[in-house]
């Protein structure tokens, strides 16, 4: 079945490090693709999107690739900020229907001043 | 301002007791979710609605309920044939064709 598979956290970085969260996802179908970011005790945010192969998403310096060929949707940043600091979450749209949303476990990431 | 409004933000409750969580938005989404989160988890899908008077199961809808009589609301009721109901429920709407999911600030039920 579809599934999303990320880096398990903590992932801990010091300030102006470079970030990559893995992302791979399962191979069914053309799914649209998306990383969010929870701040602590709130929802979900869309940080960035792509909807097809070899579209790059970005947004606040963040960006991520679809790579069709292979399956992976890794996040980056070349500089962090102690505000990056959340839950990042790596998903896709369902196989079996474009209106669910299936997504991975979520990366803590944690920036040291 | 457009968005998603949970609430309450905060929910306790007896165990056997049904509870139902509030989601209402004005972005004029046809499509609704609800995904429930575990401490340390990713989000799973409970139920979710294409369109008024339609909705369907997702992975993990055993206890739980749903109505959908108006495009603007969508709550959920967590019954007592829920087995581990105590969670963090979020609740999200989408645009045609999944192109953006905007989610609620979440309510977080303690059932004791």
């Known amino acids: 079945g579809d599934s999303v598979t990320q880096m398990e956290g903590p992932v801990t970085l010091s300030e102006e490090a470079f970030l990559t969260i893995n992302c791979t996802y399962t191979?069914?179908?053309?799914?649209?693709l998306f990383w969010y970011v929870q701040y602590p005790g709130e929802g979900l945010q869309l940080l960035l999107k792509?909807?097809?192969?070899?579209d790059k998403g970005s947004n606040k310096g963040f960006e991520a690739t679809y790579r069709k060929e292979t399956t992976s949707f890794h996040l980056e940043k070349g500089s962090v900020q102690v505000s990056d600091s959340a839950v990042y979450f790596c998903a896709r749209t369902a196989y079996s229907s474009a209106s669910k949303i299936i997504f991975g476990s979520g990366t803590r990431l944690s920036i040291r001043p | 301002d457009g968005g998603i409004t949970q609430s309450p933000k905060y929910l306790f409750r007896k165990e056997g007791q049904n509870v139902t969580l509030s989601c209402e938005q004005n972005?004029?989404?046809?499509?609704m979710y609800w995904y429930r989160q575990d401490p340390g988890q990713g989000l799973r899908l409970i139920y979710y609605s294409q369109i008024v008077n339609d909705f369907q199961k997702g992975d993990i809808a055993e206890g739980y309920s749903v109505s959908r009589e108006k495009k603007e609301s969508f709550p959920l009721t967590v019954t007592s044939a829920q087995k581990n109901p105590t969670a963090f429920y979020l609740c999200a709407s989408s645009t045609p064709m999944n192109t953006e999911a905007f989610f609620g600030q979440g309510t977080r039920l303690t059932v004791v």
């Open positions: 972005l004029n989404h046809d499509a």
């Open positions: 792509a909807t097809k192969a070899d």
């Open positions: 191979a069914t179908g053309y799914p649209s």
